[in-house]
């Protein structure tokens, strides 16, 4: 079995203070072959709308301390987790032509519409059954026009907004009704060449759960990475082989891993 976590985050994110030696060394205690570091590369702040200028000046000296750590006894590849894109698809092309040395890109949907003032799923006050259906609706019409856009390896954590909906505020969301909306995010992903991630969410239900990934494989979806979300050392390869389990039971035979942007097959 190839174990890899492909969604961690070092002090390179302004969410993390860890350092990247320690992200490193947890993946190799964790026996995995293969890590990215796929640290914020977010469009805007929330609820504001002047963009989030980004200086890449110390990514390569973090990398070159990243492969120091590894010191031949783990593969760590270059990512970044592309927030926001749909804001502004010219500021996203543009923010990808500084970072050519990518292996891997997340695509991912942190803030609702300009209907919610842009603001993050994360900060979103507690809301009746209702208003969480309808901020899941909106959800995902931002995260279908990214699917469509397409520049990116795969989609990260689908169904985030449950996170913060049931472990924050104790609510009981799925996102049973919008089959025929997801669908359509799964359906644009395929003709793009693009896949999805199992976000193992630090040891909580994963992001998409089981239904989710078969229709997924349903569908013909055949890429599929799978990352912990990892800010701080002891999430890193968190169930990691329990998620290949989980991926098999869904009909998916394969989990992977990208080298320069390219997907690389691992069976399962």
């Known amino acids: 079995m190839y174990l890899s976590d492909y969604h961690t985050h070092c002090s390179l994110s302004f969410d993390s203070k860890t350092p990247v030696e320690d992200m490193v060394r947890a993946g ?6 293969e890590m ?9 702040r929330p609820r504001e709308t002047a963009h989030w200028e980004h200086d ?23 990512g970044i987790e592309l ?22 890109v997340i695509g991912s949907q942190h803030q609702l519409s300009e209907k919610y003032d842009w603001n993050d799923l994360y900060f979103m006050p507690e809301a009746t059954e209702q208003e969480a259906r309808e901020q ?7 995260v279908l026009e990214t699917a469509k856009w397409g520049k990116f390896s795969v989609l990260g954590h689908l169904t985030l907004p449950l996170r913060y909906m049931n472990e924050n505020h104790g609510m009981h969301m799925s996102f049973d009704g919008f089959e025929d909306e997801v669908a359509q995010v799964f359906r644009a992903l395929i003709e793009n060449g ?4 199992c976000n193992v969410n630090r040891g909580n239900t994963p992001l998409p759960d089981a239904k989710w990934l078969r229709l997924y494989h349903e569908l013909s979806g055949e890429i599929i990475t799978i990352g912990t979300d990892a800010h701080t050392p002891e999430f890193v390869g968190m169930r990691a082989r329990e998620t290949q389990e989980l991926l098999k039971s ?4 394969y989990v992977c891993t990208f080298e320069k942007k390219k997907p690389v097959f691992h069976k399962i």
């Not at 990215?36 to 805007?44: A, E």
């Not at 899941?136 to 931002?142: E, G, H, N, S, V």
């Not at 869904?250 to 035979?253: A, I, K, R, S, T």
């Open 28 to 33: 190799i205690a964790q026996g995995l072959q």
């Open 36 to 44: 990215c570091l796929t640290d914020h590369v977010d469009l805007f």
């Open 56 to 78: 890449f000046s110390n990514r390569e000296e973090t990398f070159a301390r990243a492969d120091q750590a590894a010191n031949g006894k783990i593969i760590v590849r270059r």
């Open 83 to 104: 927030g926001e894109a749909m804001r502004d698809f010219a500021y996203a092309d543009e923010l990808l032509s500084r970072l050519p040395e990518l292996d891997f």
């Open 136 to 142: 899941i609706a909106d959800y995902l019409t931002l």
């Open 194 to 197: 693009c896949g999805i991630e």
């Open 250 to 253: 869904c009909g998916l035979n």
